[in-house]
């Protein structure tokens, strides 16, 4: 319905537009970086590139269905709404990742294999520093022979991270890895030395992981003390990605300040539904909260009814992320939260992480390497002069044919680009929505349609002046007429976005975004601030004037018209 003819009625609309743009400059400058500048995508800044190499147990190729599986895993990791600019791409047997900026931790961390799986804690001890030379067959690890459950080091509180055993280093002021952030074995600095016994690269790998399923995942006690007294938490872990989950583990904590014997899996990550992060407000750190299937759901039930008062571990990539105690099970619901030395952003790529799903493969990466941008920025100050040429070309018109009602459509066109670009810089921050040329054209295109809704409405009020109505009451019957027209515009403009965004890949993916936050943004501005305007004007004298508005030969046909209807009627 049209806006009410009473005088504080656009006041009032503006007024929510003003507030509209004070919230969101308010969460630009006072929330994230503080910085007003947008991501860019690739294409105008450049990124970085991390090649993955595939590592499998037996030192074979992977086969292109896991490759093609990890690459859907690891771009849903990172654009998972398809507008952060960022590529996954098959290169025979590896995976290329470019992700926009200079950031290669963040590349790296993509290839993370996140194989979650919840294990009982059979033992647990502090490290031997450095990694001690196991004791002879048969020797006992620290603390006797493989005891019970019974005699774990103490737990902490309900859903607290596991503390260091006794007589452990102190780990304040320690340098504690993000769970996403980690190395992975085969990054260490390369040897020169060539490998022993003439063996290629590929069947060193598989020798290693061979020897440590051999020693860390036996069976036999004897072996396993002997593991847990070699167990060196301060190198690579060549089982990363590669453990079997029904055998036991012996591995470490992420913080290498515990030596853990855990037994089989009983719950594997892909028994999680959903995952998503959190601060714990009541114990001042940040979670991962979990949520199950139906099957991972009665399994954690099961699993917390056999170890209530006992230790379970949540090992991520053979490291512990957390060994909570359970305080009492069984655990209905299947839900619950992992808990760790958690900054917000290591939570949040854990729960990310773990949402999509564990890589069917495990990667050695290489080093990051600068990728330089493949249109610069020449190309996106010719996209920006693109738009402020048609800018000016749209409002020179509106000016020739609407004559100062022109300069009330690029008011809007104005309030409508401050919008969007403060929206642009949210939109990088929370969804990792990165401007490329496509994104830019979208934005340009959004500028013919505002501008088609300026030409509707004024179009409808001519209609109504050449019915003999003054510009006062054509503009609020003119808008009633006008929003019709345009609300069926703008639906099939948006429709044809979502679409396009879910059919399209890559920056065909930006470009439909950012006309379908362009199309919805315009109805804003039309309802809020182009309506109200010319409901202001429409009471103004001087606005009323024809060599104001541009609307004198209307005016004169309407006269005409009125002149004629007389005769007609005598005749």
């Known amino acids: 319905m049209p806006p009410s003819q009473g005088s504080a009625h656009p006041f009032r609309l503006l007024g929510v537009y ?9 969460l630009v400058f006072f929330t994230g970086d503080h910085s007003p500048s947008a991501k860019l995508g690739i294409d105008l800044q450049g990124g970085t590139r991390v090649t993955l190499t595939a590592r499998t147990p037996d030192g074979n190729k992977p086969s292109q269905d896991s490759l093609k599986k990890a690459q859907e895993i690891i771009d849903a990791r990172v654009n998972g709404l398809g507008v952060a600019g960022s590529e996954v791409v098959i290169d025979g047997d590896n995976l290329v990742i470019t992700v926009p900026g200079d950031d290669s931790q963040q590349a790296r961390a993509l290839a993370t294999t996140a194989k979650l799986y919840i294990r009982p804690v059979l033992f647990a001890t502090e490290p031997q520093a450095g990694g001690a030379a196991p004791p002879a067959t048969g020797t006992a690890p620290p603390g006797g022979t493989t005891p019970p459950a019974a005699t774990e080091t103490p737990a902490p509180a309900p859903g607290e991270a596991t503390p260091p055993a006794e007589g452990a280093p102190p780990t304040e002021g320690a340098t504690t890895p993000a769970p996403q952030s980690r190395v992975f074995p085969a990054q260490a600095p390369p040897t020169p030395t060539p490998p022993p016994g003439g063996l290629t690269t590929q069947q060193q790998q598989a020798k290693e992981i061979a020897d440590a399923k051999a020693l860390r995942q036996s069976t036999d006690q004897q072996v396993q003390q002997v593991a847990v007294a070699a167990m060196d938490c301060t190198k690579p872990d060549p089982l990363t990605g590669n453990d079997d989950p029904a055998l036991p583990l012996v591995t470490c904590s992420q913080d290498g300040t515990e030596v853990f014997l855990l037994g089989p899996s009983r719950i594997d990550g892909q028994e999680i539904a959903d995952a998503t992060s959190g601060l714990n407000s009541q114990q001042a750190r940040h979670e991962v909260n979990l949520e199950f299937k139906s099957a991972g759901a009665d399994a954690w039930s099961k699993l917390t009814g056999e170890y209530v008062n006992k230790r379970v571990a949540f090992v991520l990539d053979t490291k512990v992320v957390s060994a909570p105690q359970v305080q009492q099970g069984p655990q209905l619901g299947g839900r619950t939260s992992i808990s760790g030395s958690f900054t917000a952003d290591s939570a949040d790529e854990l729960a990310n992480t773990l949402k999509y799903g564990s890589l069917p493969l495990s990667f050695q990466t290489s080093e990051a390497e600068t990728v330089s941008a493949t249109l610069g920025l020449s190309s996106l100050k010719a996209g920006l002069l693109a738009g402020a040429v048609g800018l000016i070309a749209v409002l020179l018109y509106c000016l020739l044919v609407y004559r100062m009602l022109g300069l009330l459509a690029g008011f809007s066109l104005i309030a409508a680009g401050v919008a969007v670009y403060g929206i642009i810089v949210l939109l990088g921050r929370w969804i990792g929505f990165t401007l490329d040329l496509a994104g830019i054209a979208g934005l340009i295109i959004g ?8 030409v509707v409405f004024f179009e409808r009020i001519k209609d109504e002046m050449r019915e003999g109505r003054s510009f006062r009451s054509a503009v609020p019957r003119g808008w009633q007429r006008a929003q ?3 609300l069926s515009g703008k639906t099939v403009s948006l429709i044809a976005s979502v679409v396009l965004y879910l059919l399209a890949a890559g920056q065909v993916k930006g470009f439909a975004f950012t006309l379908g936050v362009t199309t919805v943004l315009d109805v804003i501005v039309l309802y809020l601030v182009t309506a109200p305007l010319l409901m202001l004007a429409s009471r103004s004298p001087f606005w009323a004037k024809p060599s104001v ?12 018209r009125g002149q004629a209807r007389p005769k007609e009627m005598s005749r």
Do not use: C, H, M, P
């Open 18 to 26: 003003a507030a509209l743009l004070a919230v969101i400059y308010a």
């Open 447 to 454: 500028i013919g349609l505002t501008a088609d809704s300026f």
């Open 484 to 486: 019709r027209t345009n």
């Open 549 to 560: 508005n541009g609307l004198g030969s209307v005016q004169q046909i309407a006269r005409e």
